[in-house]
């Protein structure tokens, strides 16, 4: 059983940055495909980002490409989602999602979710 754990989030101004963490504890990151997403207020949740088992390939939406970067320590058992660039629609919980396999850098389902963490971009 996989368990993340999300932690990072705040309340910053336009144009500024925040570092996501996500722990993940239960196994070990070697196996696991993760992906951040973020869900704003009355829409639908969006993947951000995903990352490979491997660590070696990425992938990420076109909202946030050139912005965030996903980057993972296996030894840490850590994913970290680098966002740059903080734009207002950027505002929402972020989730940190894994799945078991060893395709990738992206899993068309998750098994496990953390609890989010609230990130607001406002002036």
């Not at 068309?108 to 953390?114: K, L, R």
Request: with cysteine; hydrophobic share 30%.
């Amino acid at each position: 059983q996989l368990r993340l754990v999300e932690s990072g989030g705040g309340l910053v101004q336009p144009g500024q940055s925040l570092r996501l963490s996500c722990a993940v504890s239960g196994s070990t990151l070697n196996y696991y495909v993760i992906g951040w997403f973020r869900q704003a207020p009355g829409k639908e949740r969006e993947r951000t980002s995903c990352i490979s088992s491997s660590g070696i390939f990425t992938n990420y939406a076109d909202s946030v490409k050139g912005r965030f970067t996903i980057s993972k320590v296996n030894n840490e058992n850590t994913v970290f989602l680098q966002m740059n660039g903080l734009k207002p629609e950027d505002t929402g919980v972020y989730y940190c999602a894994g799945k078991h396999t060893n395709s990738g850098p992206c899993a068309d389902n998750y098994d496990y979710w953390g609890q989010g963490t609230q990130v607001t971009v406002s002036s």
